[in-house]
């Protein structure tokens, strides 16, 4: 009876309220098969040790396990040591996009020798680079020759520098993206204000950090934002083609020893650790977003 | 009209879902009952060309001719990388599917498969009167069940360039026996400017197989070595632990290739061919390959590993069955798998096995007659050493991987300590009880019952 008294209209437009979600909900089931059955998978297996066929609860015990362990703690560290090739890509970067922004001759050919390492496949600068910076690699030798021994050093052998070669390696490939993104923000500037400067009087250095970069300053931001993500959760390439984590544990990071954890079937280890780096990756991601509206409300 | 539409999508969807449902159901009992060895599509996953250079091209073609012989037979061969050979088939069976055919190296990493339910005893298809010519295969039995097949015999012998070996003043048709004189003859021969004993670790491997071939020495039995790995021994003893000394002490003495660090263990085995190492170990495959470059038996000799403990094992060797075949639980097609593998022990294809790679076929049937080099006769003689253990096939992978590979690592790289060593086994053993209660379990029951 209630319905029946309803107006016709008022049930027409209840009608076409309910319509969008309708049409969303494939792409929400999707979404959630993809994404939400997996995470709430992964954590769920973190209170779980054995086989998936035979799992036993442990409870905390593999998140326990997990920070008593040194090689995670190692892998951790590394992370962090990693980060600081952050600084390193950034600032390189940016140098070399305000020399580009100069037009200077053959810019483009520039721009595409300095980006064309971002767009080789990791695997396999990982492998060119495990021979060239062996004991006795192309590097060594080269230096060797130029009676630089002193500088040929054990890149991937010795465990205080393997990490840093892992960092070089980082910092060499994803140099190039930093460089694109930076020119495309210099040359969106209006040309008015650096013209303007210049009639002022402002000299090179000061046209470049005093006017250019702080109008750019909210892509630095974002930039930085995005490279400490790829820091943290995206270096298993380079690492596993590099060095393996060795040599024993000392260039470990957190992502290889999930991968180690899982392929040796300790799957509750791997996905303790898997939910640590999804708490952390969140938090950047968090970071990111809120940079970038911040980024959007200054433009 | 708008809600008939609605109904009209969900009803199309449920029966398209239902449909499909059908016919994956219809095709999987049609394909279970049809265990045809016929007729029938089979994935393998092959290892074997780092042990015996060749050995790829040897499958491809054995494959061929049997698909010739059994035109409803289709073998698809995925060859596997050393790096992952454990790791990807563990994570891949944890689903419940993967290849038809699976290899793994002997014992530990193809008996926890077998634990875990993802394997099917090979012994259940094929018949004894087949398999008591297979050599090796107590490496494989557990539960009073043969889990594989095993494909070859791999020794590893000790080899010295005998020209670097006259270069420094040492006879050349004499080995080092025992650890004193190969430290003796290394110092003569890094003083002569010659690097004495080449292998690569980037990878692990290296320091794998010293503790194989150096770290056994000590110990009186393979029970021993099985009760260190769940805790009834300490492996922190030196009988089980004293080689990373004896490691350490090479490395110090810059008697190992200054690269050891740096390379892998694949480019460690080219060091002796290439000429640019006096000494090494090398797989009987490699060996071969090594006397085709060094002109055979004038060029190169062969022997036992110098002696370097005081346990019963000191004198063993090392002959393993290395890598073998195994049928998984989930393939729908186990007698055709058994009868190709039945195929590869057939006489013409060990022939050919040993052709084409140098080296010796697991089988009793395998004719002695056709080793005619006398360095291969030599080769031959020490792979049927009476006693023979290889103490890696007897360690959990994850321990294997986690602790036997990075072990080494410390101490070739120079970065941690014996002491160091030591300690991360005895964490790796601990984390494996803790990780996986059930292979703990299996492998103790392994222990006391065989």
Redesign the interface.
């Known amino acids: 009876m209630a319905v029946a008294s309803e107006p016709p209209r008022r049930r027409q437009r209840r ?1 076409r309220e309910l ?1 969008p979600y ?1 049409y969303v909900l494939p792409a929400f089931g999707a979404m959630a098969f993809a994404f939400g059955f997996p995470l709430v998978q992964v954590v769920r297996e973190s209170f779980y ?6 799992p ?1 609860w ?1 409870g905390l ?1 593999n998140y326990k ?1 997990v920070l008593d ?3 995670f703690r190692t892998s951790l560290l590394n992370n962090v040591k990693l980060l600081l090739a952050v600084p390193v890509m950034l600032g390189l970067g940016l140098a070399i996009a305000l020399v580009l922004n100069d037009r200077i001759r053959g810019m483009r050919q520039y721009q595409a020798i300095v980006f064309l390492p971002y767009v080789l496949p990791a695997t396999a600068i990982g492998i060119a680079f495990s021979f060239l ?5 192309v590097l060594n030798t080269f230096l060797r020759k130029l009676h630089l021994s002193f500088f040929a050093q ?7 520098l393997a990490i840093v070669s892992v960092g070089g390696l980082v910092v060499w490939q994803q140099l190039g993206f930093g460089v694109v993104v930076f020119t495309a923000a210099l040359l969106s500037l209006p040309p008015e204000t650096a013209e303007a400067a210049r009639i002022d009087g402002a000299g090179w250095w000061s046209l470049q950090f005093r006017v250019l970069v702080p109008q750019i300053r909210p892509i630095v931001e974002l930039l930085t934002v995005i490279q400490v993500i790829t820091v943290l959760s995206w270096v298993f390439n380079y690492v596993y083609v590099l ?2 984590g ?5 260039s470990s990071v957190m992502e290889l020893y999930i991968w ?10 791997a996905a303790s650790v898997a939910v640590m780096l999804l708490g952390m990756a969140a938090v950047l991601i968090g970071l990111s977003l809120w940079v970038r509206r911040r980024a959007e409300a200054s433009a | 009209m708008a809600r008939k539409h609605v109904l009209a999508v969900l009803g199309a969807t449920l029966a398209v879902g239902a449909a499909m449902f059908a016919t994956t159901a219809a095709s999987q009992s049609t394909q279970r009952a049809a265990d045809d060895p016929n007729n029938a599509s089979l994935t393998y996953w092959y290892w074997g060309e780092d042990d015996a250079p060749g050995a790829n091209a040897w499958i491809k073609k054995e494959v061929a001719a049997y698909e010739k012989a059994h035109p409803k037979v289709k073998i698809n061969v995925v060859t596997q990388s050393t790096d992952t050979l454990i790791s990807a088939f563990t994570t891949v069976a944890q689903t419940n599917s993967g290849p038809d055919i699976a290899t793994q190296w002997a014992t530990l990493p193809t008996l926890t498969p077998a634990w875990n339910g993802w394997s099917v005893p090979i012994s259940d298809y094929v018949p004894a009167s087949e398999t008591k010519n297979w050599i090796g295969t107590a490496e494989n039995m557990s539960g009073g069940k043969l889990w594989a097949m095993p494909q070859y015999l791999l020794g590893i012998p000790f080899v010295w360039n005998k020209a670097m070996f006259k270069k420094a003043g040492l006879d050349p048709s004499k080995g080092p026996k025992t650890w004193a004189e190969f430290l003796a003859d290394a110092k003569k021969l890094k003083a002569a400017g010659l690097t004495p004993f080449g292998m690569g670790n980037k990878d692990g491997y290296g320091g794998a197989w010293f503790f194989s071939l150096i770290g056994k020495q000590n110990l009186d039995s393979v029970a021993q070595l099985k009760a260190a790995m769940i805790g009834k021994a300490k492996f922190s003893d030196p009988k089980y632990t004293g080689f990373f000394q004896a490691l350490a002490d090479l490395k110090k003495k810059g008697y190992l290739n200054s690269d050891v660090a740096s390379i892998s263990f694949p480019q460690g085995l080219q060091l002796f061919q290439q000429k640019k190492v006096a000494m090494s170990w090398v797989t009987d495959g490699d060996a071969a390959a090594a006397a085709k470059v060094l002109g055979g038996a004038k060029g190169m000799g062969v022997g036992p590993i110098p002696v370097w403990g005081k346990g019963k094992l000191a004198t063993s060797y090392d002959t393993t069955q290395s890598s073998d075949a195994f049928i998984t639980k989930w393939s729908k097609h186990p007698k055709a798998a058994a009868q190709f593998l039945v195929f590869l022990h057939s006489p013409q294809v060990l022939k050919d096995f040993y052709a084409a790679t140098g080296v010796f076929p697991a089988d009793k049937r395998f004719p002695a007659s056709l080793v005619t080099d006398p360095l291969a006769k030599e080769q031959l003689t020490l792979d049927h050493s009476a006693v023979s253990v290889w103490p890696e096939n007897y360690v959990p992978p994850q321990v294997d991987g986690n602790a036997d590979l990075a072990a080494g690592e410390l101490i070739t790289s120079g970065s941690g300590s014996p002491a160091d060593a030591v300690k991360l086994w005895e964490s790796e053993l601990s984390k494996w009880k803790s990780q996986h209660p059930d292979e703990f379990k299996n492998y103790s029951k392994w222990v006391t019952s065989g």
């Open positions: 009608r319509w309708v040790a054995g086989s998936f066929a035979a036993v442990v015990d396990g362990d040194a090689e910076l062996q004991q006795n690699g054990d890149w991937l052998g010795n465990s205080h060095t393996s060795g040599p024993g544990y000392s180690r954890s899982f392929s040796s079937g300790a799957n509750g280890t």
